[in-house]
């Protein structure tokens, strides 16, 4: 019989092994559970500090897990996706956003500011912008084609009543057939696509010059030229989609706080406790197996 005590090298190294990995376990579960929350505060608080989030915008942020077999070299992230976070960026650290920089067509002198028709995740339709400019240069086209066939038959000389009656055909309401158009312009400051007021025919307009000669009150009825336009009454031109040389931010966006609160709640001694509980639980399940 021998008394003493034997160290068997390979055990131990094994068994520090297996204590590593449980350990590299606990952290990767403690910081994927801090980072999950890190990310669902963000997720709620973005829906808080942007006016009016649509669907695209509730999506920003994304969570990347740890892997516990990366070891020391271990990590988790939440980020904002690529396109959310170049608007998200105006909100969070303010400043002065100006055509070229990010989120915004760097080969334009503008930038849009509005469309009266939404793209499909609630925010400006570059298609119907497109769509819109496609439209007016070939209404340009068309406006130029008509304007000279009317400056040609003025030339003719024909008698007014022949005139008048060649020309209601050429002008725009008969041409486009009823669609008054658009035009890219400037409106009490606003710039941008407008759709033209509602225009009168020929034979409308006259109706309402005669209707207003023919009433009772007037001594006299009038004679000559009219003050009454082309423009149907109560039309007004509609904004389309509007334009501007810059759009000034404030700091709205408290990204700083909302992730050092998140991850300072998750990320406590409690629970690290009870994720080695848990893996110690496991561990023991699986001995029994």
């Known amino acids: 019989m021998s008394i003493g005590i034997r160290f068997d090298y390979e055990d131990s ?70 396109t959310q976070a170049q608007y998200l960026w105006f909100l969070v650290n303010g400043g002065r956003r ?53 400056q040609a038959l003025v030339a003719q000389g024909l008698p007014q009543d022949k005139q008048s009656k060649k020309m209601a055909k050429l002008r725009w309401a008969h041409v486009a057939k009823g669609d008054p158009g658009i035009f890219f312009g400037t409106i009490h400051g606003v710039k941008g696509y407008w759709r033209r007021p509602e225009r009168l025919s020929g034979a409308d307009r006259q109706s309402l010059i005669d209707a207003a000669r023919s009433r009772p009150t007037r001594p006299n009825t009038p004679t000559g030229r009219s003050g009454i336009g082309y423009t149907k009454p109560g039309s007004k031109a509609e904004l389309l989609v509007a334009v501007a040389r810059e759009t000034k931010y404030r700091e709205t966006f408290d990204y700083d706080g909302q992730v050092n609160a998140a991850y300072a709640e998750h990320m406590t001694e409690a629970a690290f406790q009870a994720s080695m509980a848990y893996e110690r639980r496991k561990a023991q399940m699986l001995s029994t197996l």
């Open 13 to 82: 190294v094994r068994r520090f092994r297996q204590d590593l990995d449980q350990l590299a376990k606990i952290m990767a579960r403690l910081i994927n559970r801090a980072t999950a929350g890190v990310k669902q505060r963000l997720d709620a608080y973005t829906t808080r500090a942007v006016d009016k989030p649509n669907a695209f915008t509730k999506k920003a942020w994304h969570h990347i897990p740890a892997k516990w077999q990366d070891g020391d070299r271990m990590w988790a992230e939440v980020r904002a996706r690529e």
């Open 98 to 150: 100006v055509p070229g920089d990010v989120g915004t067509n760097r080969s334009a002198r503008d930038m849009f500011a509005f469309t009266a028709q939404l793209s499909p995740f609630d925010g400006i339709d570059r298609k119907y912008i497109k769509k819109l400019g496609r439209q007016l240069r070939s209404e340009k086209k068309r406006r130029a084609q008509y304007r000279g066939k009317r």
